[in-house]
């Protein structure tokens, strides 16, 4: 890297903290070239705001028909578990897993009708049925008519998973005020004039830019592209959050249609309460929805699923999120991630959590031809700062 009059000269630049630029940071570096990654907050909107599922595919099996996310999201478990064990060139050896297996439970007719595809080669390697003997607490009563089924999908805890990035790759970490950041054309190519979140501006000079901000990646590449052109999509949720004396549970409740009647993860909060986070057609739906209606409907539902369960004396909240990927025709949901290149800015989609390591390996795949390794050492100065982890949601909601 080259420092000097307010200008650092580096290989990549990722611009973004959500779990998708810190995965591809680390990819980078493990491949001896020198990149650094700009944001406000690691995690901030669509990493903090997940339930730290790594989807092994099942979820967007449940028409019984197994389609190409289900094909291209198969192997992203295994991905994390090594990176989980410390190995390759992402180190999560320090974050927490909730859960090895997410649950899927059925009710009724549903379980049979949509035992043989269970049973296909295409999911008997992610799924298998669970004996009554080995069924959570929350299911053992003679209540639950329905049967259990273990995925080969785990369950992390996202703020351990941020603190493990910022721990080791601090010195490539760097706070800015993205508001008062954005990228800026020379000679047709482009740099990153980054407010730096103690003082002044700095102008960072790439072979490459990263863009991985989400939301926000709509606005980074609009000035790159035609005023008409559709670039990017926004697929909001509403989540559920109920905290209290409540079971530990990670399992996706199956009913008739593509998405779960509901997605629980469990997590503690900073009391030492259980909070569930809840996903699935509760968020879809409720979109738009005043919270106080959409909590009403999520309690009926749990009602309706769990009778057994005492839903009295919890406390309740909501949290809006704004999933951002590439356009697609219709508004389709992308079956993979998504990559858009204009000179030298890459706009990058990861479409899921789970899709982070095989964004990053795509990243390299097309863009380490054109790149050639400097050097020198980037060396963080004091006057940029280690950028600060989002808050869990449920200690923003409660």
């Not at 859960?99 to 390697?125: N, P, V, Y």
């Not at 249609?257 to 509760?282: A, E, N």
């Not at 309690?299 to 999120?321: C, I, K, M, R, Y």
């Amino acid at each position: 890297m080259e420092q000097g009059n307010n200008v650092l000269v580096v290989d990549i630049l990722i611009v973004g903290g959500g779990i998708a630029g810190l995965w591809a940071l680390a990819e980078w570096r493990s491949r001896g070239y020198e990149a650094i990654l700009v944001t406000d907050e690691l995690g901030k909107g669509q990493t903090i705001a997940s339930q730290g599922i790594i989807h092994g595919g099942t979820k967007y099996a449940l028409t019984g028909q197994v389609s190409q996310a289900t094909l291209a999201i198969g192997d992203m478990p295994a991905l994390w578990r090594k990176a989980l064990k410390g190995e390759g060139a992402v180190d999560l050896s320090q974050a927490q897993v909730l859960t090895e297996h997410q649950l899927l439970w059925t009710s009724g007719g549903i379980g049979s009708r949509l035992t043989g595809f269970f049973a296909s080669h295409a999911m008997k390697s992610r799924m298998v049925a669970l004996d009554k003997g080995h069924y959570p607490d929350l299911f053992q009563t003679a209540q639950f008519k329905g049967a259990l089924y273990q995925l080969d999908e785990p369950v992390l805890d996202i703020p351990s998973v941020l603190a493990s990035f910022q721990q080791n790759y601090a010195d490539y970490l760097i706070a800015v005020d993205s508001s008062e950041s954005s990228l800026i054309e020379e000679q047709g190519q482009y740099h990153y004039l980054a407010a730096l979140a103690q003082c002044g501006k700095v102008l960072i000079q790439a072979q490459h830019i990263i863009v991985t901000a989400g939301a926000g990646n709509g606005a980074l590449l609009r000035p790159l592209l035609p005023k008409n052109e559709t670039v990017q999509q926004l697929r909001p949720l509403q989540m559920v959050l109920a905290k209290g004396d409540l079971p530990r549970i990670y399992a996706h409740a199956l009913g008739m249609s593509d998405k779960p009647r509901i997605t629980i993860t469990s997590h503690l909060s900073h009391d030492g309460q259980v909070v569930w986070y809840m996903g699935g057609q509760p968020a879809e739906l409720g979109v738009g929805k005043a919270p106080k209606q959409l909590i009403q409907e999520t309690q009926q539902e749990l009602q309706s699923l769990l009778p057994w369960l005492d839903l009295n004396h919890l406390h309740w909240g909501t949290w809006n999120v704004d999933r951002a990927e590439a356009a697609q025709v219709g508004g389709a949901r992308p079956d993979k991630p998504s990559l858009r290149t204009v000179a030298n800015v890459t706009v990058a989609w990861s479409t899921k959590l789970a899709f982070a390591p095989m964004l990053a390996q795509e990243l390299v795949q097309r863009l380490e031809p054109t790149l050639k390794p400097h050097s020198s050492a980037f060396v963080k100065t004091v006057s940029m700062a280690t950028p600060a982890s989002a808050k869990p949601i449920w200690e923003q909601v409660f």
